[in-house]
């Protein structure tokens, strides 16, 4: 019903930035919270930064100071600026929504992205 593309990935260098987009298309009629999430190797799946409607952000502590999250409503878009990336930041990254599929839901359903890979690697 929702499909969530994600894009921009990719093999940095330490210390350098990428932005990541993701985009959110389908059955949708408002998106509460969005997010994205990482999972390392041998990790379990964790929440990188959150961000509601309206615009009030949280962050893990592995990203505060280096990653912004932003987001598009009118595109059902979210960001993922990511600066001083550190070789431990080196994950799959997802995104994240939470959808209101049509004007006479009450609940959200939740939906994931397929991820895309980030390496941060000399």
């Known amino acids: 019903q929702v499909q969530l593309v994600e894009s921009g990935g990719g093999l940095v260098q330490p210390g350098g930035s990428l932005r990541l987009s993701c985009a959110a298309s389908g059955r949708i009629f408002s998106i509460n919270a969005m997010g994205w999430y990482r999972q390392a190797p041998g990790k379990q799946r964790e929440l990188v930064a959150s961000?509601?409607?309206?615009?009030?952000?949280t962050y893990a502590r592995s990203g505060k100071g280096r990653f912004t999250i932003s987001r598009d409503n009118a595109k059902n878009t979210v960001y993922l600026q990511m600066n001083s990336l550190k070789p431990e930041d080196t994950a799959v990254y997802y995104c994240n929504a939470d959808v209101i599929n049509s004007p006479t839901m009450w609940t959200t359903n939740n939906y994931w992205g397929q991820g895309t890979q980030v390496t941060v690697s000399s």
């Open positions: 961000i509601t409607s309206g615009g009030s952000t």
